[in-house]
């Protein structure tokens, strides 16, 4: 009988053989000839540029322990993350995605009186769960480049508040905030609220992750800061359900007796072969940027405005109504982003590859020509 | 460069060309020789046999897509069970393990003054987190069989019941309840009582899972059951965090705003091609009856009473103190179940290979001896 030692190996070779044309394993996806193009799912913020393959590899070469819980694997990533982070391991929580740290966090700190801060448009999921379970939301207007705007966020700071939830870059938007000018917020507002930073989309930030987190802050013991992420995004792997949180022990244990349980072993050892793959994190992040720059350039020359785009997405202003604007795209077989009130003219539109994107831009100047809103070039 | 389509179809050809000599893939974790025997764990019942092959090539084929968030692979698998259970899709909810949707239940049903009724000993994920979430626990002891005693938490239920919970296979004893009366006591609990009914085991039970399920209850239309049960047990798969929960519509949408999001891509793919492959699943099946009954003959020669056996484990009367008892079982490199008070001198062994059981049938002959209990044979 074949050993499993010995499966692990020709597997591992096998995949080795397989892949290694392949930068980036998902982009195959999307390698079709022109006129057989799938639609261009750009509305969900996924990543078409793929994943790692060491993460590829790892996950296959663990298929074969999926019958164990994932206890060791478990500890190899929180262990990981730690380091990285350069905290001890329960400063750390993982679970399947970072939605369920957002839930929980609403579960753990909503009550009848008691409010979350934060921005409208914004990232709902920590806040509507907030309201769902019998707290108040408090909505701050973005300042006139749709940013955070810390001055409001802080007057809207009061006695009953115990979250302030900042997305970083924000969704939809996709701005990020001065790091200085947030981490001098985050010194000001009061110790006994949370401030729930939502770093979900922050390895793509230009100037990169290190300018912008606020990990340094957990490190340094800070009591009242949470840093989420999560491997959906940057690291191209939505549909393993991997995501974690860094916060001080007192705020994990606060959070953890909502937990509903972690990830599966193929997500712990995708997530932690994932970590250590840096030239492909960055050969992703290089490629995210090159082609975020190309749509950028392309909305200036249609002098469509958008807010800076930091994430794996850019919140334009179409000038159309979103719901007419998703069924005319719909027609072209493209998929955009929901509507964001109250801005209902501005579409999201998530960076596909470059082959995507032009398929976008071209149905954008279609639509835009149909209108009679077509600049001259 | 390589397309996804012919990825999949050499990913698939080799997984078939490696796995056809392993009925259950992961069987091979313990094909070592006797000397290089790793740790026998038979604590945690997980399924030594291994799962199904097709499950694993289906995984593994999905492996490229993970950069997308599961929308139609999850679809798919709702229909699938939805179908089994002879229901429509909105009858089904999804998890990350059958856990999330014990610890949801709680979360949905619990307050200050409501009861859950369970038993003791049970098993407590649901029971405990009701406790946490403000609500209270009546738990009723067993008969001298170690089986649910039904007249008894019928007479527990009062007018601040909320849920009753039966875990059928019962955790840790491994009883079964007669279909007959617990579908008549499920006729009898008021309709504003929730009957929970954990089939996490079911699969396993003597006489199979058709005589012993609550589905049709659900096919039927009655309003107050759930059935819930999982892929980590007789599937096989507890690390690729796969559960379900079957109930009304009106029950399903009491608990779904506690979820916090649902399985991995491989999770939906692998439990899809699980359940189409009913030759592994009877193969599993009829290899944990057979060396269950290879184990409670053993302990028939030994004069070791235990609870009749119907999951994948065997809750016996060592008469040695738990604490004690896995003490000497790691010094033999096995480990066995935790404590399941107040049946402190009982232990709950799973059911491992052959091998494996053969091992811990040894060294407990050897703990029994060093205790003068051995008995003559």
Chains 1, 2 share one sequence.
Not at 74 to 80: F, G, H, I, S
Not at 96 to 104: K, N, Q, R
Not at 345 to 351: G, L, T, Y
């Amino acid at each position: 009988m074949l050993r499993k030692k010995h499966f692990s190996i020709v597997l591992c070779t096998l995949a080795a053989a397989l892949l290694p044309s392949a930068p980036l394993l998902a982009q195959h996806e999307f390698d079709y000839e022109e006129d057989d193009y799938g639609p261009v799912q750009i509305g969900g913020n996924e990543n078409a540029f793929g994943f790692s393959q060491e993460a590829a590899m790892a996950i296959m070469q663990a298929v074969g322990t999926i019958n164990r819980y994932p206890r060791a694997q478990a500890e190899t990533l929180v262990n990981k993350l730690a380091a990285s982070f350069k905290v001890t391991p329960d400063h750390i929580i993982v679970t399947p995605g970072s939605g369920p740290i957002l839930v929980m966090a609403a579960m753990a700190y909503a009550e009848p009186g008691k409010n979350v801060v934060t921005v409208e448009p914004g990232y709902l999921q920590l806040t509507s769960a907030f309201r769902r379970f019998g707290g108040e939301v408090k909505a701050v207007p973005l300042n006139d480049k749709l940013e955070h705007d810390l001055a409001a966020i802080e007057k809207a700071i009061d006695a009953n508040t115990v979250i302030v939830y900042i997305c970083n870059p924000n969704n939809p938007t996709g701005t990020v905030v001065d790091p200085a000018a947030l981490k001098a917020f985050i010194e000001r507002v009061p110790e006994n609220v949370l401030v729930f930073v939502d770093e979900a989309y922050l390895e793509l930030a230009e100037g990169g992750l290190e300018k912008h987190t606020m990990a340094p802050l957990v490190a340094a013991g800070k009591k009242n800061v949470l840093v989420c992420r999560t491997f959906s995004k940057a690291y191209g792997m939505a549909g393993l359900r991997v995501g974690y949180a860094a916060a001080a022990p007192a705020i994990i244990n606060k959070l953890r007796p909502y937990s509903q349980g972690g990830p599966s072993t193929l997500g712990y050892v995708g997530a932690a072969a994932a970590l250590d793959d840096l030239a492909s994190m960055q050969a992703n992040i290089a490629e995210y940027q090159r082609v975020r720059k190309m749509v950028t350039d392309a909305l200036d020359a249609l002098q469509i405005k958008y807010a800076e785009p930091h994430g794996s997405f850019v919140f334009m202003h179409t000038g159309i109504d979103i719901r007419e604007f998703q069924r005319l795209m719909e027609a072209e077989n493209i998929f955009v982003g929901r509507p964001f009130p109250p801005m209902l003219d501005w579409a999201r539109v998530s960076i596909g590859t470059e082959q995507e994107m032009n398929l976008f831009l071209g149905a954008l100047r279609k639509i835009l020509a149909s209108k009679g809103r077509l600049a001259s070039r």
